[in-house]
């Protein structure tokens, strides 16, 4: 208890206390009552990451989920090499997320990268894939299900093999085919899987900060800076940090707001 106190509840309430102050780093604390959460309101960047980290996180997250679901139905079958398919589905999970970043710059690069090298030879122009506002965001978004969807996949996977295959054949014995089996049998019987993954996944998105970091630093402009993202540059580069404990704890809350409706609402679809 003791450990946590310090490593947890210590900076989580120290935190809180120096989102009402003005410091520096290494000056004095003036407390400053709410002025850091009255300025976010005229934050023309916290609104760009705010909007960014809402487009990421949406864009992202029905993607890791079905894609990983999809994958997981698939490998869940009898095939020939299935193991070394199901680990090169989840290679990129153990891959740094700077060197899966910087491997992803080159594939995006404008002039030499592998995409565009493909789109010129079937006649197509070059995409500006991450320094133009209309394609850095969604090359991100890529980059993000790319690199987590093999960690859905393996819960997925583990929750459909404990479905008991009894169930299935007296399904088929009753004639159900197979969309029906799986709307009415495997659904249901993964749901608690579904929602663990719903909520890691909507935590990881909103917090995203390594892959726009090194891929486009947040830009061009601002067009692909996060909310987390944007507290390290007030944090460590402009040195505001009480400004930087009031983002993040506006993160907190927007966090913490989500995953309470995702429990409320679950009570209606999970079943244990």
């Known amino acids: 208890m003791a450990v946590i106190s310090v490593f947890v509840a210590y900076p989580i309430v120290s935190s809180f206390i120096l989102s009402f102050q003005d410091w520096n780093l290494v000056g004095t604390k003036e407390w400053t009552g709410f002025t850091n959460y009255q300025r976010l309101s005229k934050d023309s960047i916290f609104k760009d990451a ?19 679901l999809f994958l997981a139905l698939l490998l869940n079958k009898r095939v020939f ?9 989840f290679l990129p999970v153990v891959c740094s997320s700077v060197a899966a970043a910087l491997m992803w710059q080159w594939l995006y690069d404008t002039n030499f990268g592998f995409l565009n090298f493909l789109l010129r030879k079937i006649g197509l ?5 991450i320094t133009s506002d209309k394609w850095a965001m969604p090359s991100v978004i890529a980059v993000s299900v ?25 399904a ?3 004639g159900a085919g197979r969309w029906t089996m799986f709307r009415y049998i ?12 719903t909520i890691m996944s909507v935590i990881s998105s909103f917090r995203v900060f390594d892959v726009t970091t090194v891929l486009t630093g947040g830009g061009p402009g601002t067009a692909t800076i996060s909310l987390v993202q944007y507290i390290y ?8 940090m009480g400004y930087a404990s009031a983002v993040a704890y506006v993160l907190f809350l927007i966090v913490l707001g989500f995953t309470i409706l995702q429990m409320r609402f679950a009570r209606r679809w999970v079943h244990y």
């Open 50 to 68: 705010l909007r960014n980290t809402a487009y990421f996180s949406f864009g992202s997250i029905p993607g890791k989920i079905l894609l990983a």
């Open 81 to 89: 090499g299935l193991k070394a398919f199901r680990t090169i589905y």
């Open 125 to 129: 122009g070059p995409v500006p894939w």
């Open 146 to 170: 790319w690199k987590d969807v093999g960690y859905n996949m393996v819960i997925f996977l583990a929750s459909l093999q404990d479905v008991p295959a009894e169930i299935y054949e007296a």
């Open 172 to 174: 088929k014995i009753d």
């Open 186 to 197: 495997t659904l249901p019987l993964i749901s608690p899987a579904t929602l663990f993954v």
């Open 233 to 240: 540059k007030c944090a460590f580069q402009f040195f505001r």
